[in-house]
T-cell receptor
Framework: SAVISQKPSRDICQRGTSLTIQCQVDSQVTMMFWYRQQPGQSLTLIATANQGSEATYESGFVIDKFPISRPNLTFSTLTVSNMSPEDSSIYLC??????????FGPGTRLTVL | GQQLNQSPQSMFIQEGEDVSMNCTSSSIFNTWLWYKQDPGEGPVLLIALYKAGELTSNGRLTAQFGITRKDSFLNISASIPSDVGIYFCAGQAGGTSYGKLTFGQGTILTVHP
């Protein structure tokens, strides 16, 4: 498994601002992902964070809204840009180990007013 | 896109009872994963299944990868209060979808002492 930390753990933001969420892993991993979990809902994949290249976004998610960085094999950031109340969600990063198992961080709980 | 139908949506049981939940898909998955999410936490991996027909146990939990590769179930035996939480199934299709998890809607489990 892997130990994953996220910062911040929660935040309350104003409409129109941006928030950058950090994800740190205790070991080098090839694959990192970002998910969104809207209130009372399941998890939806936002994008795959690729080390050294642009992230791969899923349908319905765009780079201008959710820019992602992956500078090395242990760290990634997700920015939620120009936020609106509809962006209020839990944002989770996950990593995949060699064995095709994904482990999740504790999540960042975002409230947009 | 791929969708997973998870049932039941919620369960209210007495301590000591057995629990069963399942997921079905319209398409084939190469890997099935079962997670548990406690309030305020990220999902925790319970069991991973890699081959059609595979039956795997983890303590009181047993999960099976359906022979058609389109379904999976999770059983919890002799439930205890700490089993309370939301259980998610997740499937990974492989190929160009390698690493990308599709999640079921979740089963909310309540255990009465």
């Amino acid at each position: 498994s892997a130990v994953i930390s996220q910062k911040p753990s929660r935040d309350i933001c104003q409409r129109g601002t941006s928030l950058t969420i950090q994800c740190q892993v205790d070991s080098q991993v090839t694959m990192m992902f970002w998910y969104r979990q809207q209130p009372g809902q399941s998890l939806t994949l936002i994008a795959t964070a690729n080390q050294g290249s642009e992230a791969t976004y899923e349908s319905g998610f765009v780079i201008d809204k959710f820019p992602i960085s992956r500078p090395n094999l242990t760290f990634s950031t997700l920015t939620v840009s120009n936020m609106s109340p509809e962006d209020s969600s839990i944002y989770l990063c996950s990593v995949e180990t060699n064995v095709v198992e994904q482990f999740f961080g504790p999540g960042t709980r975002l409230t947009v007013l | 896109g791929q969708q997973l139908n998870q049932s039941p949506q919620s369960m209210f049981i007495q301590e000591g009872e057995d629990v069963s939940m399942n997921c079905t898909s319209s398409s084939i998955f190469n890997t099935w994963l079962w997670y548990k999410q406690d309030p305020g936490e990220g999902p925790v991996l319970l069991i991973a299944l890699y081959k059609a027909g595979e039956l795997t146990s983890n303590g009181r939990l047993t999960a099976q990868f359906g022979i058609t590769r389109k379904d999976s179930f999770l059983n919890i035996s002799a439930s205890i209060p700490s089993d309370v939480g939301i259980y998610f199934c997740a499937g990974q299709a492989g190929g160009t979808s390698y690493g990308k998890l599709t999640f079921g809607q979740g089963t909310i489990l309540t255990v009465h002492p």
